[in-house]
């Protein structure tokens, strides 16, 4: 089971709670149990999705203005233009 599964199925639950007939010392040793788990399982997904975030360089091949670069390019792109004709 999911762990996003488990938080909805502990939400349901805590909603139910009150409801169903607990005597009060045990309603809230339910509760305080139910609420550290939700904190956990929150955040165990929260950590999983930190280790998703990937921070990409999208523009690094635009980094390389220097003038022998850019004539090293322009030369590469009429010949290849030469070749064509």
């Known amino acids: 089971m999911n762990k996003g599964r488990i938080l909805l199925f502990l939400g349901i639950w805590?909603?139910?709670?009150?409801?169903?007939?607990f005597p009060i010392f045990l309603k809230n040793i339910l509760l305080s149990i139910s609420g550290l788990v939700v904190i956990y399982f929150s955040y165990a997904i929260y950590k999983k999705d930190q280790k998703k975030d990937i921070k990409l360089d999208s523009f690094r091949e635009n980094s390389d203005f220097?003038?022998?670069?850019?004539?090293?390019?322009?030369?590469?792109?009429?010949?290849?233009?030469?070749d064509a004709s």
């Open 14 to 21: 805590v909603a139910l709670l009150p409801y169903l007939g």
């Open 66 to 82: 220097t003038p022998a670069s850019i004539s090293k390019e322009l030369n590469n792109n009429t010949e290849t233009n030469d």
